[in-house]
């Protein structure tokens, strides 16, 4: 499976922005997908992930970011509104098969992203 995230830039505290996750190779619909994010001089830390049915927000995003998969077009999706400097990051998606939805820990995603900056200005 090949990721490929589009979507960031920098937008003031406050806006909004939408992150695409777009995947090829082998069928997207059978995986689950985590949006995690990476703070300049942090660790990696998961933000959203959806099954089938089932999604999971860090409690930091919550009721802010909303994350949604479209398996026709083999996409995922995170909107990010209500953007504060706390969200400013490297966001990465990535999947994984099988297994707990609100699994935390990187190493449990097979496949990854290559990132797409997301800056959130005062």
């Known amino acids: 499976v090949q990721l490929v995230e589009s979507g960031g830039g920098l937008v003031q505290t406050g806006g909004s922005l939408r992150l695409s996750c777009a995947a090829s190779g082998r069928t997207f619909g059978s995986y689950i997908v985590g949006w995690f994010r990476q703070p300049p001089g942090k660790e990696r830390e998961l933000v959203a992930t959806r099954g089938r049915d089932t999604t999971f927000y860090t409690a930091s995003v919550k009721g802010r970011f909303t994350i949604s998969r479209d398996n026709t077009k083999n996409t995922a999706y995170l909107q990010m509104d209500s953007l504060n400097p706390e969200d400013t990051g490297i966001y990465y998606c990535?999947?994984?098969?099988?297994?707990?939805?609100?699994?935390?820990?990187?190493?449990?995603?097979?496949?990854w992203g290559q990132g797409t900056q997301v800056t959130v200005s005062l």
């Open positions: 990535a999947v994984k098969q099988g297994g707990v939805v609100n699994a935390i820990d990187p190493r449990l995603y097979s496949y």
